[in-house]
């Protein structure tokens, strides 16, 4: 076993070659059908089990949303699920959101335990919003694939509107375009992209099916990502006595686990009744909350 012990030197991490790819693949299989990628999750196992505390955990998170998420997109847009307004909205939002966040992250929260402490009480709050969506779930889309495609879709700076099944959504652009920034800069905070935290509130908020949400927040997680990596390489080299850049062979051992995880997740999720992809979501994000708002204490 010793043979597969490698040592990560841009994170100085040292693990088993499967365990990164074995744990982003179950992980982002059933998170994808949420529309997360499932970085929210690798961030504290990198941090909690193989100790990866600086703020380059972030950027390496990052790098494993580009490589995981094409698969589970090109999925979704395969079996015409992609609401395209719904995802412009949500990349145009999160974009600079993001950005800002890896400043605040670098600047204000270089410290693992306030860091953490932060995301707790982010997750905490939105898991409570997804429990509370869950009890309330009583009519659900049946499993009828002819009805698991979008139609009619519109886009204007007023309003964005689409067709899923019997039923027409349609929510004011602007509105959610700020909601998108402000949750961009949390997302680029915790290093998952904005697209990841912003499933949770489309869900519980604005009440979109979730099946329609997960495609669209998985694509705008990938574009923010690959602009965080690169503002991220960028900032490494303004501070230079702080572990900033991403760990690239790192994430890249978790992004392959991700594409796969990422694929089936995608190809399986309209057999998932929405509430069970929803309780899958609530338990990820308090359980992390939990963890992390306990820690910060003991």
Known sequence: MEFFLIFFPGSG???YLFIPPLVAFAVSFFTSMGGVSGAFLLLPFQMSFLNYTTPSVSATNQVFNIIAIPSGV???IKEKRMAW?????VIIGTLPGVLIGAII???YLPDPKSFK????FVLFYIGLKLLNDVFKTKAEITNNKSKFIVTDTSFSLKCVEFKFGNQRFSFSTIAVGMLCF???IIGGI????GGSIIAPFFITFLHLPVYVVAGAALMGTFVTSVAGVIF???LAFFYPDTSIAPDWYLGMLFGIGGFLGMYLGAKCQKYFPAFIIKSILCFCVLFVAAKYIFDFFI
């Open 105 to 107: 992250r670098i600047k």
């Open 74 to 76: 090109l999925r979704f």
């Open 232 to 234: 991220y390489q960028i």
């Open 13 to 15: 991490v040292e693990t």
């Open 117 to 120: 402490f932060f995301v707790g």
């Open 190 to 193: 915790y290093g998952i992209g």
């Open 182 to 184: 402000i949750v961009g």
């Open 85 to 89: 307004p719904l995802t412009w909205v």
